[in-house]
């Protein structure tokens, strides 16, 4: 099969006990909406209610015969689940059916192959990958052989994995080796932005919020915009300038998702850095979604696990013309209401986030000659200028504004001041 060809899916699901009847009905359409992004189309999906998930099969055995029957009903070529699968769920599951299984953890690791772009985002999704499918190879084999491609087999998975598990460990390794000097250089380049002196803000929030948009419109960028999941996956880094001349870095990072799986947390740490590394978080939700506040509650929650503490956050309810009247944000955090689209909007967004970022600034007057043409530029581009005058009786210029405490040139003017 052409891996770009549309596959027909059947999506199964299981509802436990502890499972709310809208939380399991939202993670079935985001199922599906991940299906979509991975050039699936949805021909029918089976559910049980279960008070656990059934170790050997995920659902009951009356279920597995009745999608036995679906499969030889409908032209289905590839069955994918609603949770992460066991390797014993995934042999006991590919024993009863003649057609590929895959689990969400695998949907969603293959949409991050197909979509990662960057040499450091492709070793990344490899990695995360390898480590999946390790401990799964057992039982692939026949799997994987079914079909030349599609949906869950993209990237290593269409190597016959289940050959040589030296061969994947050592691919492992050499990966590793490649990632670790990929980060040297990334962390070099973070050292030279440090050493210029520049406060940087990283965009976050839920996949598909309006990231990417909000950082082309604001930044002129030409970052990829879709209305899909996980439409960007490698980060963007642009300079801003603030209404005050103030330049800031601004940084669109990967989308967030429930269950997003630990391998590629792990294996996209690195990349989330640049969130740790932040002076200042723009947290962009989609205001318009039935559900905002689960999307809100999965990136705050996420960011916790990354330990970003200490941080302002600024919550963008993006696409403020679709949302309802009645919406009221949930945010603990600084909120504002935007559309992405709106250059109003977009001021009114900038002069915020300006206000916020003065808020832990110190305030400065100080004394420069007509000679120190760098240190007048300098003040411009690095802090919040209130006044800039020439002072005829003592020859120089007076300039007041606002420094952050983080930066070199906050030493600078301080000494000048003392």
């Known amino acids: ?23 399991f009905d939202y993670s079935m359409s985001e199922l599906e909406s991940l299906t979509k992004t991975a050039k699936g189309q949805v021909v029918m999906t089976v559910t049980q209610k279960r008070s656990v998930i059934d170790p050997a099969t995920y659902i009951g055995r009356g279920k597995v015969s009745e999608i036995e029957e679906i499969i030889n009903e409908l032209d289905v070529d590839l069955i994918i689940f609603n949770d992460e ?19 969400r953890t695998q949907l969603i690791l293959d949409i991050f192959a197909k979509r990662a772009q960057s040499r450091e985002g492709i070793l990344q999704v490899e990695l995360a990958q390898l480590n999946y499918l390790l401990p799964r190879l057992k039982g692939q084999g ?4 079914r079909l030349g491609g599609g949906i869950g087999t993209r990237g290593p998975g269409e190597t016959k994995l289940e050959s040589d598990r030296r061969h994947i460990r050592r691919r492992m390794d050499e990966i590793k080796t490649q ?32 990231k990417s948009t909000l950082l082309n419109k604001l930044t002129n960028a030409d970052t990829l915009e879709e209305d899909l999941l996980f439409a960007t996956l490698d980060p963007t880094t642009r300079k801003l300038k603030l209404p005050s001349g103030l330049n800031v870095l ?18 996209f740490r690195s990349t989330l850095e640049e969130v740790c590394e932040a002076d200042f978080i723009l947290h962009v939700v989609d205001g318009s979604h039935p559900n ?13 696990e990354l330990e970003v503490k200490d941080v302002t956050v600024l919550t963008v309810y993006n696409k403020r013309d679709k949302i309802h009247e009645d919406f009221y944000p949930s945010s603990k955090h600084n909120t504002i209401k935007v559309s992405a689209f709106s250059k109003e909007d977009r001021d009114s967004l900038l002069k915020e986030i300006e206000r916020l970022l003065k808020e832990k600034m110190e305030f ?21 200028v209130l006044e800039k005058e020439w002072n005829d009786n003592i020859q120089k210029y007076e300039v ?9 040139l906050s030493q600078k003017l301080k000494e000048r001041m003392e």
């Open 142 to 145: 026949t799997a994987l052989s």
């Open 364 to 384: 400065y007057r100080v004394f420069i000659l007509p000679t120190e043409g760098k240190l007048l530029a300098e003040c411009v581009e690095k802090s919040i």
């Open 179 to 210: 990632l670790s000097t990929i980060l040297s250089h990334r962390e070099r380049y973070r050292e030279r932005r440090k050493q210029n002196q520049t406060i940087q803000i990283a965009l976050v929030g839920y996949t598909n919020a309006g």
């Open 85 to 103: 699968l066991t390797p014993s769920q995934v042999r006991n599951l590919s024993a009863s059916f003649e057609i590929r299984i895959v689990d």
């Open 292 to 304: 905002h506040f689960q999307h809100e509650q999965t990136v705050l929650s996420l960011l916790d």
């Open 400 to 408: 007041s504004g606002y420094i952050h405490p983080s930066l070199g």
């Open 1 to 23: 099969m052409n891996s770009d060809a549309i596959e027909q899916v059947l999506l199964v699901g299981c509802q436990t006990k502890d499972q709310l009847d809208d939380d």
């Open 250 to 267: 601004l940084s669109d990072t990967v989308g967030f998702i429930q269950d997003l799986p630990t391998t590629l947390i792990a294996a």
